[in-house]
């Protein structure tokens, strides 16, 4: 028994130290590191230290208390009040408008509104929308990576139009009774058998003509950058056989990202690329279209923004 016990306080002695020695290692990289830097830098010369090996970041704050309290104590407050009231004028003309254009322009007026107040002017390159020929299918691929992304999308598109989205949406008041109402897509994530239906409706509305909006990351990005496509995400446009419009929103995540409130006023761009066509392609070939059009994306985003 004694050597039992004598060898289990080796054996716990030898795991503690290890831990020690991982420890000193991991605090010790720097020093380390620097001495690394001494032993190949030439006679006389200079070694920083570590706090200077680290690259200095002094973001500006453009953006301070102002900028919060006017965002929290007028601009938010406006936004919410057009929401109540124009979300309440769109379920009212939802029990007589069949064709959603009301309702529509219920839509466009909250957008129209909500960008005036938050003075984020936005600019349109790339592809003329108002020379778009919107009778044969079209699906338009925008990037997500604002709340404030439908509004300006309701202003710059000049047509009606419908729009995919989650089904977590229909929590929100107003905005989610609107978005029923009006005829939106809406897709159930965790049930898609759910959604069958909504998909059918869309696919017939598509082939009438009817633009459809998707957002094929599937939500909005937590950190600025484009996610990854959805499976499936252009399944859609294959069916109906529609060209794809890419655009890239730039400027919206800074403008107003995810879990927060403050809306950060900047001019933003909307840049719309040339029609990707699905003409001949089948549902086997979705990969290939997400690929396609997610290159297409990423180019028209990483174009460096005029002064």
């Excluded at 909250?110 to 002017?121: A, D, G, N, V």
Aim: glycine share 6%.
């Amino acid at each position: 028994m004694p050597r039992l016990r004598s060898l289990r306080q080796a054996l716990r002695a030898g795991k503690l130290r290890h831990e020690i020695l991982d420890k000193i290692a991991t605090t010790a990289d720097p020093e380390k590191e620097r001495e690394e830097l001494r032993s190949n830098a030439p006679p006389g010369a200079a070694v920083p230290t570590w706090s200077e090996t680290r690259p200095a970041t002094h973001p500006v704050n453009r953006h301070g208390w102002p900028s919060r309290l006017r965002s929290y104590f007028i601009l938010d407050p406006l936004i919410w009040a057009y929401t109540l009231i124009l979300g309440t004028v769109s379920l009212t003309c939802s029990l007589f408008d069949r064709n959603g254009r009301v309702q529509h322009n219920c839509a466009r007026l909250w957008s129209w509104l909500i960008m005036k107040t938050i003075l984020s002017p936005v600019k349109v390159t790339g592809l003329d929308m108002d020379k778009i020929d919107n009778s044969k299918p079209r699906v338009y691929a925008v990037t997500h990576a604002s709340a404030l992304d439908i509004p300006i999308l309701y202003v710059n598109l000049p047509f009606q139009f419908r729009i995919i989205f989650k089904s977590e949406l229909l929590g929100y008041p107003f905005i989610g009774w609107h978005l029923k109402r009006s005829g939106q897509v809406c897709i159930n994530q965790q049930n898609p058998a759910a959604s069958i239906g909504a998909i059918k409706s869309a696919l017939r509305g598509l082939r009438s003509g009817t633009p459809l909006v998707i957002f094929p990351e599937g939500g909005r990005t937590r950190d600025g950058e484009i996610q990854p496509f959805l499976p499936g995400a252009f399944f859609l446009a294959i069916k109906a056989q529609a060209d794809i419009v890419p655009i890239a929103l730039v400027g919206t995540f800074d403008l107003l990202p995810m879990n927060t409130y403050h809306i950060k006023c900047q001019p933003l761009e909307m840049r719309v690329g040339e029609p990707i066509s699905t003409a001949g392609l089948t549902v086997q070939d979705t990969d290939k279209v997400s690929a396609k059009v997610k290159s297409a994306i990423e180019a028209l985003h990483s174009v460096p923004r005029s002064a």
